[in-house]
């Protein structure tokens, strides 16, 4: 936990991020909005925004000594600490409660102290985060790299308001309600949809370009580096005059009016961008609400609902994983339109102000910047864009320009044999934190998951020898045995793509990438890391290292160029050096390797000798290979399946690789049989 003083860095000090303050506002006038989840590129003053929210918050009313932050006025009946009637009431700040990216399960939600409920029957509960963070804000920094489990429960305690743990037949429940905040950077991986629509509203953000708004940032920073406390104090009337604000619209909250046709816009919005569900119309409500607290109105107007449109929709349209976070201003605008009262259109056509409501100034807030969803710096696709022409790599060999990849479709799974230790995923069988129990085994560390039958076998050969008088077992430490789950890890799937002259028919080579885009969304939502390599002309290069971001991947295979010669060796080792350094970084992750090519080796006079040998290579230090075929044409060499043996692989052709494509042959075979027994009948 976190607990900022006096000496913070002030929220209003901070230059611009106009979306952004106002979304973190709206959420601390009506915490029910359910949070903001930051996107935007390194070093924007995500984490400074954030942190700074905290002092200004309202204080809270706690029951004097709950480790819980119980409200005095309707305190959990299901608390811990409690029964709580006729205690005293103490006051205090709202929290700020960091979750760190490594944290462990127990530390989220808390631990029971195992040894002592078997031993003496005592539920001695040690809360967690979450507890920590009721009526207060949880706070995650780079909330796409947190491991799923921990994001599950999340989502169960921000869904419910509530905190279950269970361990071995003892429950502990408790209340969690707290303000979510999210920041990451969609360079490093994007979060899957169900967890992006847990959050009610999402801002994307990017550095000015604007050369005074950045001079202004730098010389405010020297400032508060140079003097914290003093800086802080320069800013401490504005922050007061917000902070009473922010009360000002808490209280006046209950009595804003959603009238009818504020609710039709709103609906009516959401279901022509096709949105998924009914969260979307709630938090699109909530958010309005609180729009116009925020202005100090009692009524939701047009320009509320389309501000609570900007922050509410973008990251809920998306349709696969790798369409970016958007809205498309021209059809919010004709959908408002169309559900106006007579005689409300805009006779200019441009329709209210998209700065908000209220006015700007210190502690701002409310007159934000219209959202610009398209902008390159605030989706990560600035970096997309290839170091250098297409013409120009690698080796000075000439390329033919891109071609656009088919439709992606479900793929076959493949998976590597064996049980890893590697971070839980879905792909293939390791032992995790998660799954179901298979064996037990002496803690290894700090005991989290009992194994009680495995225990008391332990424990039970020597009770008369330890005194056993009463019903309480005598337990060892020595007794205490844990479980082992068998669940799934994500891999690294490295892709070694041929984009040499032999691959450069366009139709060809838009399946192809067709193939590999499906492999990539397949590896998206096995929670895969994903690099690829790519080799023509001359060598291979490196052209996406490992990283969690596949989204990057398929924009990097998009701008993919063709032509040149078919140096496969390079390609290979080029691999088994990526494979190498990974092993070193990170020693539980097993890798897929994926080699995309129609095996063909040119270049040298033994160039297919030595490519055989290079694969030989990787099959030696056990690394896990596909091979998929992409040979084509009346007459076929089979070197992709030859290339495949020397990788101890498989090799799959590119109609093999779908995963309906058995089941598509059987129905095509029945269709076939069963037409020509019916023309057998009418001759």
């Known amino acids: 936990m976190s607990e900022l003083n006096d000496a913070r860095y002030p929220f209003t000090a ?13 959420n601390a006038v009506s915490p029910a909005v359910g949070g903001v989840l930051v996107r935007g590129e390194k070093g924007t003053a995500k984490s400074t925004m954030v942190r700074a929210l905290a002092g200004l918050l309202p204080s809270i009313a706690t029951v004097a000594g709950c480790r819980f932050a119980c409200d005095p006025l309707s305190p ?25 990216v490594g944290v462990s399960e127990d530390r989220v939600v808390g631990s029971l102290d195992l040894e002592r409920a078997l031993a003496e029957g005592v539920k001695a509960y040690e809360p967690g985060l979450l ?61 899957r949809p169900q967890l992006l629509d847990r959050f009610g509203l999402t801002v994307e953000i990017a550095a000015t370009r604007d050369a005074d708004e950045r001079a202004e940032v730098v010389r405010r920073r020297l400032s508060y580096d140079a003097d914290p406390a003093g800086f802080a104090a320069s800013w401490a009337a504005r922050e007061r ?23 039709r816009q709103i609906t009516a919005v959401c279901a022509a961008f096709e949105v998924d569900g009914l969260r979307a119309d709630i938090v699109m409500a909530r958010t309005a609400v609180a729009l116009a607290a925020w202005a100090g109105r009692t009524e939701v107007l047009e320009e509320d609902v389309r501000k609570a449109a900007q922050l509410a929709l973008p990251h809920r349209r998306r349709r696969n994983p790798f369409d970016a976070p958007g809205l498309d201003q021209e059809q919010l605008d004709r959908t408002l339109a169309e559900h106006q009262e007579p005689g409300d259109e805009d006779p200019d056509g441009d329709g209210p102000d998209d700065g908000g409501p209220g006015d700007g100034g210190p502690g701002g807030g409310g007159s934000p910047a219209p959202s610009e969803p398209d902008e390159p710096a605030a989706t990560g696709s600035s970096e997309d864009a290839p ?85 309480a077992l ?46 990539l969304m397949d590896a998206y939502q096995r929670r895969d890391k994903i690099g690829m390599v790519t080799f023509r002309g001359s060598g291979a290069e490196l052209a996406l290292p490992p990283t969690s971001s596949v989204e990057v991947g398929a924009a990097r295979l998009e701008q993919l160029p063709t032509g040149g010669r078919t140096p496969l060796e390079a390609g290979l080792l080029r691999a088994h050096e990526v494979l190498r350094v990974e092993r070193l970084r990170d020693p539980d992750r097993r890798a897929l390797l994926v080699v995309v090519t129609d095996g063909r080796a040119t270049g040298a006079r033994d160039a297919l000798a030595r490519s055989h040998r290079a694969a030989g290579l990787l099959a030696a230090q056990g690394v896990a290979a596909v091979v998929l075929d992409c040979e084509s044409g009346p007459v076929r060499l089979g070197l992709a399946r030859e290339l495949a043996a020397h990788l101890n692989g498989d090799a799959v052709s590119l109609d093999e690789l779908r995963a309906d494509g058995v089941a598509a042959l059987v129905r095509e075979t029945r269709s076939t049989m069963t037409s020509g027994s019916m023309t057998r009948k009418a001759a």
């Open 241 to 263: 005059e917000l902070a009473e604000r922010i009360g000002a619209a808490r209280e006046l909250l209950p009595s804003v009016e959603l009238s009818d046709l504020a609710l």
């Open 14 to 26: 901070v230059v611009g991020m106009d979306d952004l303050r106002l979304g973190l506002l709206l």
């Open 76 to 100: 959990d009946a299901q608390c811990p600490d409690g029964p709580h009637a006729g205690a005293d009431s103490a006051e205090r700040p709202a929290f700020l409660v960091e979750l760190p």
């Open 474 to 519: 005598v337990l060892r430490r020595d007794d205490l045995r844990e479980q082992v789950r068998r669940g799934r890890e994500s891999n690294l799937v490295l892709f070694v793509v041929d984009a040499s002259g032999s691959m450069a028919a366009r139709q060809r080579m838009t399946a192809v990438k067709g193939a590999v885009l499906s492999l």
């Open 387 to 471: 170091a250098a022409p297409p013409q120009q790599r690698p080796g000075g060999t000439k390329a033919s320009s891109p071609v656009a990849a088919d439709r992606p479709y479900r793929t076959r799974l493949f998976k590597v044999d064996g049980t890893g230790r590697g971070a839980q995923g879905r792909r293939s069988p390791a032992e995790t934190d998660a799954g179901h129990t298979v064996r037990a085994r002496r803690p290894q560390g700090r005991l989290t998951r009992l194994h009680l039958s495995a225990t008391l076998r332990a424990a039970a050969p020597h009770q008369v020898a330890r005194g056993r008088a009463g019903r």
């Open 131 to 191: 507890a920590k963070a009721h009526r207060g804000v949880l706070y995650i920094d780079e909330v796409n790299l947190l491991q799923d489990h921990l994001v599950d429960l999340l989502l169960d305690a921000a869904a419910m308001g509530r905190s279950y743990v269970e361990r071995e037949g003892v429950s502990v429940r408790h209340a969690a309600r707290f303000l979510l905040v999210g920041t990451m950077n969609p360079e490093e991986g994007e979060l």
